[in-house]
């Protein structure tokens, strides 16, 4: 089980079998700072972080127990509180605007990853605190 970095330099990690917890360092940007990422989603082996006040996505690469980043684009290259919470569907991950007058898309079958954004609506296209987590049903 892993745990999104939020305030922490580094990713916990929970073995539930053994029950220990351990931790995998994060790096570069993410290396410092607070808020970092608001939410996380598995595609595959690795886990993707969902931005709060990081203009990337965190990455977790649950085989190699690495960390790296994918640089966020558009207006969710800047700002604070972007996202909070994610979700996947097949090979996409998609990120629960926070701040964002956007849902985030991180497309991971493509080779580098490509993050882009599908603008919010009506209420939802503006404000503060929209949404805190996602779902995928079906």
Do not use: C, E, R
Not at 18 to 34: E, R
Not at 73 to 91: I, L, Q, R
Not at 106 to 130: C, E, Q, R, V, Y
């Amino acid at each position: 089980m892993y745990f999104a970095p939020l305030n922490q330099n580094n990713v916990g990690v929970l073995d539930t079998v053994a029950n220990i917890f351990t931790v995998i360092p994060t790096t570069g940007d993410a290396a410092s700072n607070g808020v970092k990422y608001a939410g996380a989603v598995a595609v595959g082996t690795k886990v993707y972080f969902a931005p709060a006040h990081q203009n990337n996505v965190g990455v977790l690469d649950t085989a190699q127990n690495t960390f790296s980043t994918i640089p966020t684009t558009g207006d969710a290259a800047s700002g604070n509180y972007k996202y909070s919470g994610a979700a996947a569907v097949g090979a996409k991950g998609y990120f629960a605007p926070a701040w964002q007058n956007n849902v985030g898309v991180l497309d991971t079958s493509t080779f580098p990853n490509t993050f882009s954004t599908i603008p919010t609506t009506g209420a939802a296209a503006s404000g503060s605190w929209k949404y805190s987590g996602a779902v995928a049903v079906g």
